[in-house]
Nanobody
Framework: VQLVESGGGLVKAGGSLRLSCAAS????????MGWYRQAPGKQRELVAG???????NYADSVKGRFTISRDNAKKMVYLQMNSLKPEDTAVYYC???????????????WGQGTQVTVSS
């Protein structure tokens, strides 16, 4: 199983970016998916999560600015980020709870991360 993020980059404060994450491999089902971020010198934190049924939750710092969504058929999760601030600068990681393989074993997977840099 692999999670591959895309869509990061450099943007000015107030701008927007859309992150995408594609899951691939011998996947039986994907449960919760989410986006985390880690800024230099800080711990990794949850940005937004979405269940298989579409229920969402957000960190207080991004509520009203970020929107998480998923396409179950395409095995993808997205993060639309609007009104970006310099403090949103971090490496953003995709995370998913996946049942995979012949045994349908359940594991938690991480992507490799994508850099988001917001300039003031």
């Amino acid at each position: 199983v692999q999670l591959v993020e895309s869509g990061g980059g450099l943007v000015k404060a107030g701008g927007s970016l859309r992150l995408s994450c594609a899951a691939s491999g011998s996947i039986f089902s994907i449960n919760a998916m989410g986006w985390y971020r880690q800024a230099p010198g800080k711990q990794r934190e949850l940005v937004a999560g979405i269940t298989s049924g579409g229920s969402t939750n957000y960190a207080d710092s991004v509520k009203g600015r970020f929107t998480i969504s998923r396409d179950n058929a395409k095995k993808m999760v997205y993060l639309q980020m609007n009104s970006l601030k310099p403090e949103d600068t971090a490496v953003y990681y995709c995370n998913a709870d996946i049942k995979a393989g012949i045994s349908r074993s359940r594991n938690n997977y991480w992507g490799q991360g994508t850099q988001v840099t917001v300039s003031s």
